[in-house]
């Protein structure tokens, strides 16, 4: 039920805020297989339909089909996969999975300002709401401040190593960051860790700007794109809907700034 109810929720958020007909634009059916493996603490897509495992039920997860979150962020993954197909790995895999975090949560606000997810209020983590675990950073990842789960904000600390397709969970958190700020304002959280980087303090537009800035732009990338170019992207978005000297594409930039990425 909440496979079929969330997949639901996440179909109205991109037909009522991006006039997008399902994943591939054209009516495609959701199909979702959920009760995946054994105290399976993840879902994915699996390039046709989403699977979901049910967590441990003790330390780490809950049945992750029950995260609004989590199932925005793995339908988004077929988004991509009908429009820019980020090559997943390195950077381009990296801006595949922060695209589906920032569309994950905006799914999130879409359904508190519905009244759709009683439930759950939205924030700015992943996971959270199916997270069981003890630790103070519930989820996998927090785009407020990624270094809270260890990943870098700021494009200077990226991973270059080969693990995870050179790092595509956690390099996440630097486009992440960016989106974060350009929703929210302030400047990089690295800050308060004690590694502050040099950067503007962003003045915050409104989400409902930010999202559309990013879905046109992450949807129109080419497939191995880099951070570089995604900030380039969304530049050019926020002047043409805004306008050059806009606050939306000024804040687009400062947002990038912060995170590094030039």
Known sequence: MDT???????DDFYRTVFGRNSLDDRGMTMVSTAHYGRNYNNAFWNGSQMVYGDGDGTTGFRELSGGLDVVSHELTHGVTDFTSNLVYQNESGALNEAFSDMMGNSAEFYAQAGALDPAARPDWQIGEDVYLGATTTPGFRNMAD???DGDPDHYSERYTGTNDNGGVHTNSGIPNHAYYLLVNGGKNAGGARGH???GPTVTAVSLADAQQIFYKAFTGLPSTATMAQSRQATESIASGLYGPT???KTSTSAAWEAVGVR
Do not use: D, G, R
Not at 4 to 9: A, D, I, R, T
């Open 4 to 10: 079929h109810y969330y997949s639901n929720v996440t």
């Open 146 to 148: 990624p270094a809270e």
């Open 196 to 198: 502050n980087h040099t």
């Open 246 to 248: 806009s606050q939306q």
